[in-house]
Structures are given as C-alpha cells and as structure tokens.
C-alpha cells in the first residue's frame, strides 16, 4: 500500500505517529516524516491513523495512484 500525506494540510497534531509510530515520525515539532511504502504488518495501523487524521491530509491505497482526496 502507498500513503501520501499532504502536509499543507498537516497541522502536527501526531494521531499517525501514535497510532503508526514504524511509518510516521515527528521530526523536531511540527516536521513530519513516513515512509511512502507502507509494510504489509503496517496497513491496518495506517489505516487507523489516516481515519483519526483531524485535518484529514493522509491519503492511502488506490487514492494515492488516482489523485483522489
């Protein structure tokens, strides 16, 4: 599975890090780092943080290859 995160819209509120701590990393406060490949024992992790995504900027799966928000 593939995840973009639009970090526009990204305001540091850290759900995906929390929930997703092996493909999502805060660096310093508010800079966020992934991983665009998301492992197979990661999917369903990822798929809870872009669900409590606030702002909703994590797109995953075949959105991500549509250009779908």
Do not use: K, W
């Not at 990204?10 to 493909?23: D, I, N, R, S, T």
């Not at 310093?28 to 669900?51: F, H, I, S, W």
């Not at 994590?58 to 779908?68: H, L, P, Q, T, Y």
């Amino acid at each position: 599975m593939q995840i973009v995160v639009d970090l526009t819209r990204c305001q540091g509120y850290a759900q995906c890090v929390f929930l997703a701590p092996e493909v999502f990393e805060l660096h310093g406060e508010e800079g966020l780092l992934y991983t665009t490949a998301v492992p197979d024992d990661q999917v369903e992790r990822v798929r809870q943080a872009a669900a409590a995504c606030p702002v909703q900027a994590i797109v995953v799966g075949e959105a991500v290859s549509a250009g779908v928000r």
